[in-house]
Every structure is written in structure tokens, then in C-alpha cells.
């Protein structure tokens, strides 16, 4: 490891109320950093985590547009227990943060970017992740050559949702194996098989955050949000075996979006229950 920075993080949880811990780590999973009470077993398995993430969820940026601006800008992690907040840290590096449930969201967000902009050229490490195959590709989704399963595949409710709510770009309801069930008008073939793969992997290194609280991994977990330059990305709970992945445009009116997904997925799931709301001011 190199310089060790922990000292620089214990800016947040002295200064914000309800804020738990903070880790500074490498784009490949190195913890470079971390605050007094977590071990380094935790360390380590939140940073290989929040890596892991990452490095999915460049996979799944064209899900949220085809802009060929895809900066991906914070991902916030939803538990009935708290939450797990995670930005860029320079090149190659993420600072990321836990908190209570109810933190303020606005406080730990300033505190973590000004944290950023003091740790400076301390992070300017050169990441070693590369990105998947065809993420950088603007189009990826604009060609797709089948859609699926025409009019069997399509789930009113969700394309309702879509179609009613200016700026949602798609749904897509999957298994918690990872298989697509259902999503919204114009999902093609590809696109159901690459996002269905990728949100089940970002799934299972959210709920391997669940350390970070102090917690087991059979937290409670909610929902996880990817915010990027052009839009944004939700993954949610859908009972027991199911998740829904959503897409939309990063002017869309995300409160409204979320509200509405969270009340569709009792149509979707019989005795699913989605719970989890209002990451927009993180």
C-alpha cells in the first residue's frame, strides 16, 4: 500500500453527526486509507467491493443514454440500516463513506467532496481497472438487432411508468439469478442479457458494503443508485428473488421516477415489496 491517509479521513465522521466510517481506496481494491473501527479485514472487502462496482457499472453506463459523455459522477447505497455513499477520489482512487439512516445527505456529500479537493495530488495514482468490453460504445443501445419477445416480454405497468414519467428511459425486471423477466418496450436482446448480468454482480457487492455499518451481509438492502454525467441508474429490491433495474435521463425528475417504480413492483412481483427512497440529494 502506499502512503497511508487515514489521518485525512477523520474529517467526516468527527465533523458530520451519524456518519460511521470512511474508506479511501484504489480503482483495483486497495484500501489506502480507512477511519479508527473498522478492521482491516472490513477494509479490504469494502474496497474490493466498491471496486468491483465500479467496474460494472461502466457497463452498464449506456443503459442511462448515448451521449459519449459518460462520466459516472457517485453511487449511493440504500440499507434499512443506513446508508453507503461512494465518489471519485482523483485518478484512480474513490472515497467512500457510511452513515445512520438518518444522516444528513447534503452534509456528508459536502464533507467527502471537500475532503477530495483537499487530499489533491495525494490520489493521483493511475487506476488499473480497465473497462468492459463495448461500455465506451455511445450507441450500444441505439441498434440492438432484436427486441424481446415482442409484446410477451413487454410488462404493462413498467412500460406505463416509462412512458409516463418525461426523461425515463427503460425497466427491466430480473431474477435474483440474473435472468431477464420482463422490462419495458424497445429492451433488445443484448441489452436485457448485459444489464441483467451486470446488475446482478453490482447487487451482490452492494450487499457485501453491508460491512461498513458494522453489519452482517443479511442487511436489509435497499436500492443502489449510479449517478452519471448524463443520467442516472436504480437498482431495487423486488421481494425475495427479484430486482428492477431503471434507467433515466439526468434531467428527469427522479423523486416522481423512483415513487413510481417503488409502487409498481407489488404489480410485478406477487408479494414483492420495494422500500427505499430519495437518494437525489446525496
Known sequence: MS???????????????????????????IPRGATDGLTDRSARTISVAMAGM????????????????????????????????????????????????????????????????????????PPRVTSPQGAANPGADAGRQQVLGGRGFVLDDLDRVIAEVPGARHALLLGAEGLPRGGSTGIGRDLADTISAAMTGIHAYSRATSRFMGSSEQTDWR???????????????????????????????????????HDVVPLLVPGGAAQGQGARDA
Open 54 to 125: 465500479q467496474s460494472l457499472s461502466r457497463a452498464t453506463a449506456h443503459f442511462a443514454g448515448t451521449v459519449e459523455d459518460r462520466q459516472w459522477n457517485q453511487t449511493i447505497i440504500e440499507f434499512a440500516q443506513g446508508w453507503v455513499f461512494l465518489v471519485g477520489a482523483g485518478q484512480g482512487a474513490y472515497l467512500a463513506a457510511a452513515a445512520e439512516p438518518d444522516v444528513d445527505m447534503q452534509q456528508i456529500s459536502f464533507r467527502m467532496h471537500r475532503l477530495v479537493a483537499r487530499l489533491g495530488e495525494n490520489l493521483a495514482s
Open 223 to 261: 436500492q443502489t443508485v449510479i449517478e452519471f454525467q448524463h443520467g442516472w441508474i436504480f437498482l431495487i429490491a423486488a421481494g425475495e428473488d427479484a430486482l428492477l433495474a431503471a434507467a433515466a435521463e439526468h434531467d428527469c425528475d427522479i423523486e416522481e421516477f423512483t415513487t413510481r417504480l
Open 3 to 29: 502512503t497511508d491517509l487515514s489521518w485525512m479521513l477523520t474529517d467526516i465522521v468527527e465533523n458530520v453527526p451519524k456518519a460511521l466510517h470512511a474508506v479511501l481506496l484504489s480503482a483495483d481494491g
